[in-house]
């Protein structure tokens, strides 16, 4: 049983950080494509990508800043939390395998507003950035956790719309 709770605006302090891990799948990759209907070859197309300057089958951007926000509803402030804005720069592709690690650094406060800004990183298995950028987010006002929802199995299945 896993059980998420957050962080109120008056509990966050400016260089408090979060992190989370995660290993990217080709199962990761294919539900996103699937999710997204963005079936780009670079993703998902091994004879393809392997042409191209990744020299191999890449993550979707997206995915992997999914995992901040991941860490931001469920976390980092967590629970509660309002997304208001998110900056992204991709520094370096990610490839299958790796592993991510999404940290949150608390930047600022705005004690009018009860606003945050919080520096993001996502970095894969050798230390290097991948993702950067900065999110702005207004934290709880109240404590509380909760129970992660279970999801029942389901499958995905490809459609193609125009």
């Known amino acids: 049983m896993t059980i998420f ?34 079936y780009n ?16 089958v890449i993550a979707h951007g997206m995915w992997t800043a999914g995992l901040l926000s991941a860490l931001i509803g469920t976390k980092f402030p967590g629970l509660g939390t309002i997304y208001l804005n998110q900056s992204l720069s991709f520094r370096r592709p990610v490839h299958i395998d790796d592993t991510l690690t999404a940290t949150l ?10 606003w945050v800004v919080l520096d993001c990183q996502v970095t ?32 995905l299945r490809q459609t193609f719309t125009e």
């Open 124 to 155: 894969n298995q050798e230390g290097k950035a991948v993702v950067t950028g900065e999110a702005q987010v207004i934290p709880p006002t109240e404590k509380t956790s909760r129970e992660a929802v279970k999801l029942d199995d389901f499958t």
């Open 5 to 38: 709770s957050n962080f109120t605006y008056e509990e966050l302090t400016i260089g408090q950080t979060a992190s989370m891990t995660r290993q990217v799948t080709a199962d990761d990759v294919k539900a996103f494509a699937l999710v997204t209907h963005d």
């Open 41 to 56: 070859p670079a993703h998902l197309d091994n004879e393809y990508a392997e042409q191209s300057q990744f020299k191999g």
């Open 105 to 114: 650094t608390v930047k600022s406060k705005d004690d009018s507003k009860k």
